[in-house]
């Protein structure tokens, strides 16, 4: 699958094609068949159990998990899937955002016991982008969470893009201290995919009294043995895994299990923090620093993460002005697209623009023309110049801008035109305007809102023609 540029990004996808992945799960042991199939947008990922009377749904959210036990597990209308960390995260990796996983069984196969094997099968059938926007949420301020008693600590700090960074600390002579970390997620595949969960030694005992890892195999989890162990438990285990060959090696890893990076334990962690916060159920950017985390964990912060962006997501469309950043367009390369000059070009620099939205300035001062004759002694922004001022900004996404020909624009249509607030000289407008379907026979159509800080003070429809001006 090649990988998304940045305009698709803020697209969501699903797959092109069903396919079809089998394998046990480590800890039923049970042999299970998953069959993934395209959805429709803002349908998210869901399971459905169809080998349960009515094939209950089951949706990946944090709000569903019933149980942390050395895996993920959720429950929802009487159904539960098991074992989904790892299929999560290789949704988040190839950047999936609605996919139907038909499952016949309650957990998801481990294969190797990494994300590798499902990245693989999802590269054979690529992804497709689908007609509906992506909305990325933002954290607005630092969500912390903490575990005195495991030593965990977990943080989300606000960032412009998907970061993690993970350290483990197992006061093991084997693994020591191991750091981990994902700069961006389009380095998820090679960087954090193929790493494989692992365990210790002493742990097998304990998983096995409690019926667990019936699946395991030693060739797809590894097995860190940093305390001395009998003959008699390598007997054990290698009854349980039918194997003849186990040993322990002078690296301190059970049967000579060959790592795929010197510190593969902490990116597997890396890869459940991804898998587990896949589950918040809102695509969201921020920097992520976990200290010891385990699923427990996870799902605890994932909580957090969703009720902060159920709190704020009704301010996450409201679009930030730093007035030190540099524009993307100055006032004097405004004019050169725009075919409006003084007093009538109302807007003053464009900070963001795509192929389906711009987020342009204005700055009101008192000076302005028209203060003179509007209310004066009570100068308040006309409407009329509003709407026009917004459909400036959407002349950026209409008007072609590596064209030697010049284009105007004209208004066919205003629909749902509300003034919610004043706008007054010292005001800094906040121009935002979104493409609402893809232009066709020159007809464009847009969604704008007016910002003034964080309090929207205009929205409107508008529908404008941009017509090629005759050559003199």
Same mark, same amino acid.
């Given at each position: 699958?090649? !990988?998304?540029?940045? @305009?698709?990004?803020?697209?969501?996808?699903?797959?092109?094609?069903?396919?079809?992945? $089998?394998? =046990?799960?480590?800890?039923?042991? !049970?042999?299970? *068949?998953?069959?993934?199939?395209?959805?429709?947008?803002?349908?998210?990922?869901?399971?459905?159990?169809?080998?349960?009377?009515?094939?209950?749904? #089951?949706?990946?959210?944090?709000?569903?998990?019933?149980?942390?036990?050395? $895996?993920?597990?959720?429950?929802?209308?009487?159904?539960?899937?098991?074992?989904?960390?790892?299929?999560?995260?290789?949704?988040?990796?190839? !950047?999936?955002?609605?996919?139907?996983?038909?499952?016949?069984?309650?957990?998801?196969?481990?294969?190797?016991?990494?994300?590798?094997?499902?990245?693989?099968?999802?590269?054979?059938?690529?992804?497709?982008?689908?007609?509906? +926007?992506?909305? %990325?949420?933002?954290?607005?301020?630092?969500?912390?969470?903490?575990?005195?008693?495991?030593?965990?600590?977990?943080?989300?700090?606000? %960032?412009?893009?998907?970061?993690?960074?993970?350290?483990?600390?197992?006061?093991?002579?084997?693994?020591? *201290?191991?750091?981990?970390?994902?700069?961006?997620?389009?380095?998820?595949?090679?960087?954090?995919?193929?790493? @494989?969960?692992?365990?210790?030694?002493?742990?097998?005992?304990?998983?096995?009294?409690?019926?667990?890892?019936?699946?395991?195999?030693?060739?797809? =989890?590894? #097995?860190?043995?940093?305390?001395?162990?009998?003959?008699?438990?390598?007997?054990?285990?290698? +009854?349980?895994?039918?194997?003849?060959?186990? +040993?322990?090696?002078?690296?301190?890893?059970?049967?000579?299990?060959?790592?795929?990076?010197?510190?593969?334990?902490?990116?597997?962690?890396?890869?459940? #923090?991804?898998?587990?916060?896949?589950?918040?159920?809102?695509?969201?950017?921020?920097?992520?620093?976990?200290? @010891?985390?385990?699923?427990?964990?996870?799902? /605890?912060?994932?909580?957090?993460?969703?009720?902060?962006?159920?709190? %704020?997501?009704?301010?996450?469309?409201?679009?930030?002005?730093?007035?030190?950043?540099?524009?993307?367009?100055?006032?004097?390369?405004?004019?050169?697209?725009?075919?409006? @000059?003084?007093?009538?070009?109302?807007?003053?620099?464009?900070?963001?623009?795509?192929?389906?939205?711009?987020?342009?300035? +204005?700055?009101?001062?008192?000076?302005?023309?028209?203060?003179?004759?509007?209310?004066?002694?009570?100068? #308040?922004?006309?409407?009329?110049?509003?709407?026009?001022?917004?459909? !400036?900004?959407?002349?950026?996404?209409?008007?072609?801008?590596? $064209?030697?020909?010049?284009?105007?624009?004209?208004?066919?249509?205003?629909?749902?035109? /509300?003034?919610?607030?004043?706008?007054?000289?010292?005001?800094?407008?906040?121009?935002?305007?979104?493409?609402?379907?893809?232009?066709?026979?020159?007809?464009?159509?847009?969604?704008?809102?007016? %910002?003034?800080?964080?309090?929207?003070?205009?929205?409107?429809?508008?529908?404008?023609?941009?017509?090629?001006?005759?050559?003199?």
């Amino acid at each position: 699958m090649e !990988q998304m540029n940045s @305009r698709e990004e803020y697209f969501q996808h699903t797959i092109k094609k069903e396919l079809t992945i $089998s394998g =046990a799960g480590i800890h039923t042991g !049970q042999s299970v *068949t998953i069959r993934l199939k395209p959805a429709e947008p803002n349908t998210g990922i869901i399971f459905q159990r169809i080998d349960l009377p009515g094939k209950p749904i #089951v949706k990946a959210d944090v709000d569903n998990v019933i149980e942390t036990n050395r $895996s993920t597990t959720i429950e929802q209308n009487g159904a539960r899937i098991s074992t989904i960390e790892h299929i999560m995260a290789a949704l988040v990796g190839m !950047q999936v955002d609605n996919v139907l996983i038909e499952i016949d069984g309650e957990e998801i196969p481990i294969l190797d016991g990494s994300a590798e094997p499902f990245i693989e099968q999802f590269e054979k059938v690529g992804a497709a982008k689908q007609d509906a +926007k992506k909305i %990325y949420y933002s954290i607005d301020h630092n969500i912390t969470f903490s575990d005195e008693e495991k030593k965990v600590e977990m943080v989300a700090l606000p %960032y412009h893009q998907y970061r993690i960074n993970t350290l483990i600390d197992f006061n093991s002579p084997v693994l020591g *201290t191991q750091h981990a970390s994902l700069k961006n997620i389009a380095d998820f595949n090679k960087e954090i995919a193929p790493s @494989r969960t692992f365990c210790f030694f002493h742990e097998l005992e304990v998983l096995l009294a409690n019926n667990l890892i019936k699946g395991g195999d030693i060739n797809n =989890a590894i #097995v860190v043995v940093d305390q001395p162990v009998t003959q008699e438990q390598i007997m054990r285990l290698s +009854k349980v895994f039918n194997k003849k060959d186990v +040993k322990v090696t002078e690296s301190g890893i059970l049967n000579n299990l060959e790592l795929r990076f010197p510190n593969e334990p902490a990116r597997h962690k890396l890869l459940d #923090v991804v898998g587990d916060l896949a589950l918040v159920g809102y695509p969201f950017k921020a920097h992520i620093i976990a200290n @010891r985390p385990g699923h427990s964990s996870n799902i /605890k912060f994932a909580k957090k993460i969703k009720e902060h962006i159920k709190k %704020y997501k009704n301010r996450q469309d409201i679009p930030k002005y730093d007035p030190n950043q540099t524009p993307l367009y100055d006032i004097q390369e405004i004019e050169k697209i725009l075919p409006h @000059r003084y007093p009538f070009l109302l807007v003053d620099k464009v900070m963001e623009l795509s192929d389906t939205h711009v987020i342009a300035i +204005k700055n009101v001062t008192y000076n302005e023309p028209f203060f003179q004759g509007h209310f004066p002694g009570n100068s #308040v922004m006309p409407g009329v110049l509003l709407a026009e001022a917004l459909a !400036q900004a959407g002349g950026f996404i209409a008007i072609p801008r590596d $064209s030697q020909d010049k284009y105007d624009t004209y208004f066919l249509k205003i629909e749902s035109c /509300k003034f919610k607030q004043k706008v007054v000289p010292g005001d800094t407008l906040i121009l935002k305007m979104e493409l609402l379907h893809p232009i066709r026979r020159g007809i464009c159509e847009m969604r704008g809102t007016i %910002y003034v800080g964080d309090k929207l003070v205009t929205e409107a429809i508008l529908v404008a023609q941009i017509v090629k001006r005759p050559k003199p």
